[in-house]
């Protein structure tokens, strides 16, 4: 499970990018008299809620928030903002927030501003703004505009899952599931919170919950109850999930009966076969070297090389360096010194431990203008995801949150 858990090192507190299509639309957080409006503007009626809010007899700092937000949205930059930064110096906790937003986001033609974002955000946190507490947690979380603080984090989304807010609760899960510092991991709280978040519908939860429920991680192990939740997750769109069931397959243990073994193997690379295509450069990798050892599949190395080619591209060391070696020895064909060494410098950089090992073996077999050259190409690359969503740094709330 060390590699489906690199995979996931990537999604950290991503309740943003999940929690548009789950949001409430009661607007019941919000003062009666703003209700229809912030109705509409979470429905996506963004020309609704505009005539509802400039039609109120009495604008207040709150009613100045919410017109700001959507006029940000139907790109009327310059009075969105005036309005938002007007409810921010008024005092209203909504103006803060998304004044805060447009800081961290780099909203509005607005330069980023992550220290102006969190004096903001914790303003409005400390009058109980929920998202604003949730942001704040998540900035401490991951270190962006504020030293790295998981006690910070924790104390944050704490007050953020007061009310069992689903992306708080997942969010209050990731930090208890982490230790730095001060802050040890909690796997037992953890595994609670992400089956409260994963029963009502969060998806990045049931991933969780699933991986939890499969190593035993504060919670008794029940491989079939992690199957569950980690199917329900790959078919809400997380891709991560059928890395982790293919994982799980090829921890069965073997039996005598050599058609269930081969049964389950297949099993396992159908699931690569699913991760690999969706993108999860661990998948891709999995698959390569099944291809390359003809394990469940009829051995090809032209197949494992293009799969090892991918994930190496999105900067997996294991597989930049598989992908060097096949080069150097030309396994499937093609010989390429230069983009050998080029990806050996690569998982050399990336921690692999035998690259370097490698490349001093081979070196002198190697023109030396052809190494020059493969590390010249190594410090220009950059990897390219080809997840569909960046979890690296993602938007801390959706747009009508």
Do not use: C
Request: no cysteine.
């Amino acid at each position: 499970m060390i590699a489906a858990r690199a995979v996931l090192a990537a999604a950290l507190l991503v309740a943003s990018a999940v929690a548009h299509a789950q949001q409430p639309s009661d607007a019941s957080d919000v003062a009666p008299s703003l209700r229809p409006a912030v109705t509409a503007y979470r429905q996506g009626d963004t020309a609704t809620a505009e005539r509802t809010l400039r039609s109120l007899g009495a604008p207040t700092a709150d009613s100045d928030a919410w017109l700001g937000a959507v006029l940000l949205d139907r790109g009327n930059k310059a009075e969105g903002l005036r309005l938002i930064q007007r409810a921010a110096d008024a005092g209203s906790a909504e103006g803060q927030h998304r004044l805060a937003l447009v800081f961290i986001n780099g909203d509005a033609g607005v330069a980023r501003n992550p220290a102006q974002a969190i004096q903001l955000f914790e303003k409005a946190a400390a009058q109980g703004h929920r998202r604003a507490q949730l942001n704040l947690g998540t900035l401490y979380f991951r270190g962006q505009g504020v030293p790295r603080d998981l006690i910070q984090a924790r104390a944050w989304l704490e007050q953020a899952a007061l009310d069992g807010d689903v992306y708080a609760t997942y969010a209050l899960g990731r930090a208890m599931s982490e230790s730095a510092g001060q802050a040890s991991a909690d796997s037992t709280r953890a595994a609670d919170l992400f089956r409260r978040a994963a029963e009502k519908g969060h998806t990045l939860a049931a991933l969780r919950y699933g991986l939890a429920l499969a190593e035993g991680s504060g919670v008794k192990q029940d491989p079939a109850a992690a199957q569950r939740w980690l199917i329900q997750a790959q078919q809400n769109g997380v891709p991560e999930a059928a890395l982790a069931l293919g994982d799980m397959a090829v921890r069965t243990p073997a039996t005598r009966d050599k058609a269930a073994n081969e049964k389950i193997l297949k099993s396992a690379i159908s699931w690569y076969e699913a991760a690999a295509g969706a993108g999860v450069p661990s998948g891709q990798f999995k698959l390569a070297n099944a291809y390359l050892a003809g394990s469940g599949v009829a051995r090809d190395p032209v197949q494992a090389q293009l799969w090892y080619s991918r994930a190496a591209q999105q900067g997996l060391a294991e597989a930049q360096q598989a992908l060097g070696v096949m080069l150097l020895t030309g396994t499937a064909g093609t010989i390429d010194p230069v983009e050998a060494f080029k990806w050996l410098y690569l998982a050399e950089r990336g921690g692999h431990p035998e690259a370097r090992a490698v490349r001093e073996k081979v070196g002198d077999k190697v023109p030396d203008r052809d190494r020059k050259r493969g590390e010249a190409l190594a410090q220009a690359f950059k990897p390219t995801s080809e997840l569909p969503r960046d979890e690296t740094l993602p938007r801390l709330v959706p747009v009508r949150r």
